[in-house]
C-alpha cells in the first residue's frame, strides 16, 4: 500500500500512508524535513533529517505527515538543532506533551488509515505556525545555492548568527540543507532529462566535479549517482515514502 497526498494543508509538504515496511528494506535519503508519524501505535516525531536512515524493524501501516521546511520548528516549538535526526515519541517534545496522550487515543480508535491521516494533518495544521521573514530568505537562498556569506549580507547579519539562526529554524547550519536540496534538485533534474551525461549534471548542479557529485551522493543515499539517480532514486525521506520536490 502507498498512497501519497501532497499539499494536504497550510504549511505542510504532503501526508501519506505506506505499509509494510520491512527492516533494512530501504535508505530513507534525507529531505532535510520534520515529520510526524503514527506507527506501532505510538505517535513519533522526526526531527530534521540530514542523514541516510535504514529501518531496523518491520513495522505495518506507517501514517504520516512532512512539514515544509519553515513550519517545522512553529510546531515543535523550540530550536531544532538539538533534534536533528532523531525519532522520539511526540510527547517527549515539551509543547505537545499535555496533547500527545490524547492525540494517541483518537488515531487509535480510528477505523481506517484514510481517518488516521486525517486526524494526524488536523492536528498538525492546528499547531504550525507561520515562519518569519528571515527563515523564509534563508531558504530561498539555501534553493539558489547561496553562500553564507551572501545570505548574512543580505539580511544585515553575520555569518555566525546566520549559523545560529540556521540551526534553531531549520535543525542544521544552511550549508548542510544546501547540500541536502541541491541532491533532490539534482535528481528531479535527471528524471526530467534522462540522457544528461553525470559530468553535465554534476556543472549544472552546481557541484564542483562529477566526483563531488560522486561523494555527495555516496553521503546522502549511501549508493553511487548511477543508482541513485534514476527517477525515484532519490525519492525516499526518513519519513518511509517517496518525497516531492523541496517546497517552501
Keep these: 500500500?502507498?498512497?501519497?497526498?501532497?499539499?494536504?494543508?497550510?504549511?505542510?509538504?504532503?501526508?501519506?500512508?505506506?505499509?509494510?515496511?520491512?527492516?533494512?528494506?530501504?535508505?530513507?535519503?534525507?529531505?532535510?524535513?520534520?515529520?510526524?508519524?503514527?506507527?506501532?501505535?505510538?505517535?513519533?516525531?522526526?526531527?530534521?533529517?540530514?542523514?541516510?536512515?535504514?529501518?531496523?524493524?518491520?513495522?505495518?501501516?506507517?501514517?504520516?505527515?512532512?512539514?515544509?521546511?519553515?513550519?517545522?520548528?512553529?510546531?515543535?516549538?523550540?530550536?531544532?538543532?538539538?533534534?536533528?535526526?532523531?525519532?522520539v515519541e511526540l510527547s517527549e517534545l515539551q509543547s505537545h506533551a499535555a496533547q500527545a496522550a490524547e492525540l494517541k487515543l483518537t488515531l487509535a480508535a480510528c477505523t481506517s488509515p484514510a481517518r488516521q491521516a486525517a486526524v494526524l494533518l488536523g492536528y498538525a495544521s492546528a499547531h504550525a505556525t507561520s515562519a518569519d521573514n528571515a527563515a523564509v530568505q534563508m531558504l530561498e537562498a539555501a534553493w539558489r545555492g547561496d553562500s553564507v556569506s551572501a545570505v548574512a549580507a543580505r539580511l544585515g547579519l553575520s555569518t555566525r548568527q546566520v549559523h545560529r539562526r540556521s540551526q534553531d529554524v531549520f535543525g542544521m547550519p544552511l550549508s548542510t540543507l544546501r547540500r541536502i536540496i541541491r541532491l533532490h534538485r539534482t535528481s528531479a533534474a535527471r528524471g526530467t532529462g534522462a540522457t544528461a551525461t553525470l559530468a553535465s549534471l554534476a556543472a549544472e548542479s552546481g557541484f564542483t566535479d562529477q566526483a563531488h557529485l560522486a561523494r555527495e551522493c555516496r553521503a546522502l543515499t549511501l549508493a553511487p549517482p548511477s543508482r541513485a539517480l534514476i527517477p525515484g532514486g532519490v525519492a525516499v525521506s526518513d519519513s518511509f515514502k517517496p518525497a516531492p520536490r523541496p517546497t517552501f
Design 1 to 87: 500500500m502507498a498512497q501519497v497526498w501532497r499539499r494536504p494543508a497550510s504549511g505542510l509538504a504532503l501526508a501519506y500512508a505506506v505499509g509494510p515496511v520491512a527492516p533494512g528494506g530501504h535508505v530513507n535519503v534525507p529531505d532535510g524535513r520534520c515529520g510526524l508519524v503514527w506507527a506501532d501505535s505510538t505517535v513519533w516525531w522526526l526531527g530534521p533529517a540530514t542523514r541516510p536512515w535504514i529501518p531496523d524493524r518491520a513495522l505495518d501501516t506507517v501514517i504520516g505527515i512532512r512539514f515544509s521546511y519553515v513550519t517545522g520548528h512553529g510546531f515543535a516549538g523550540t530550536a531544532l538543532g538539538p533534534w536533528r535526526d532523531m525519532r
